[in-house]
């Protein structure tokens, strides 16, 4: 038998494939985010709804507040919707993502952990939107809030999001079980409630401190400003885009933790997490 000739030429490289751009990965990430969120929109979208909806009800059947304090009881309800999508839910999606495996298939796809991480802050920032809209027009209608929004309105409402939803992403990426990260959320939902809704006058000097320091204080003044059809003011714009910064950071940076802390130890699954 004749011996077949030896093969010429350069060997054949297996060629890696593409990467894709920032844009069209964080568009697909927050699809798929959006897919995966299908089971939990129903509950959340009630209650980050009806809730700060039927406070700023109640504030007007018990205190018959004028405009300036219905404006920011308004604007404190629409900051707590932002609160409970970005810092509760974001907190739950993360933790029962690290838990059941689901982020360490995303950490497998050729995208940067802050891409991964701002997907999650643009799917629960859209969330929110119904209960922003309900909330406005329902302080348009009890107290006259006057309602010209401003072109920095959706950069607000992003940014703002981002900020707190750093802190969901932190505490989901941190907690041990997603039980704890919806405790840890809603204990900090309940912060920015109190932040955001209770006129500065009635605060004590120490709480108006450490609300301007905190995103809650930034989001309400900017979102306040651009609802009425004003500007931000510069330090609420470098305020919500440090927050939004160090949260992707932090985020990004325990993702990263995470990835090599579980690289030595084989992923729990839910059923035998207590095996």
Do not use: K
């Not at 306040?224 to 950071?249: I, M, N």
């Amino acid at each position: 038998m004749a011996r077949r000739p030896a093969p010429t030429g350069s060997p054949r490289v297996a060629l890696a494939p593409p990467v894709p751009s920032a844009p069209a990965a964080l568009a697909a990430l927050v699809a798929l985010t959006l897919a995966r969120a299908r089971r939990h929109w129903r509950p959340y979208l009630v209650v980050s709804t009806a809730m700060p909806a039927g406070i700023v009800l109640l504030l007007d059947l018990v205190g018959r507040l004028d405009r300036a304090a219905g404006s920011t009881a308004t604007v404190g309800a629409m900051d707590l919707v932002l609160g409970i999508t970005a810092v509760t839910l974001m907190a739950q999606q993360v933790s029962e993502a690290v838990h059941n495996g689901s982020f360490d298939l995303l950490r497998t796809l050729p995208v940067a952990p802050v891409l991964i991480l701002l997907a999650l802050f643009v799917s629960a920032t859209a969330f929110a939107l119904p209960g922003l809209a309900v909330v406005a027009l329902l302080g348009h209608a009890l107290y006259g809030v006057v309602l010209r929004p401003d072109a920095a309105l959706l950069p607000v409402l992003l940014l703002s999001g981002f900020a707190l939803g750093g802190i969901g992403a932190a505490v989901g990426l941190a907690a041990s079980s997603e039980a704890v990260a919806g405790l840890v959320g809603n204990l900090m939902m309940m912060a920015v409630l109190f932040l955001g809704i209770v006129p500065s006058g009635h605060l004590p000097t120490i709480a108006v401190a450490v609300r301007d320091v905190l995103p809650v204080g930034s989001a309400v003044g900017a979102l306040g400003r651009a609802l009425s059809g004003s500007w931000p003011a510069a330090w609420q714009w470098a305020s919500l885009v440090a927050w939004s910064g160090a949260g992707a950071v932090v985020g990004a940076r325990m993702a990263v933790a995470e990835r090599l802390q579980a690289g030595g130890r084989p992923r729990a699954r839910r059923g035998n997490a207590g095996a």
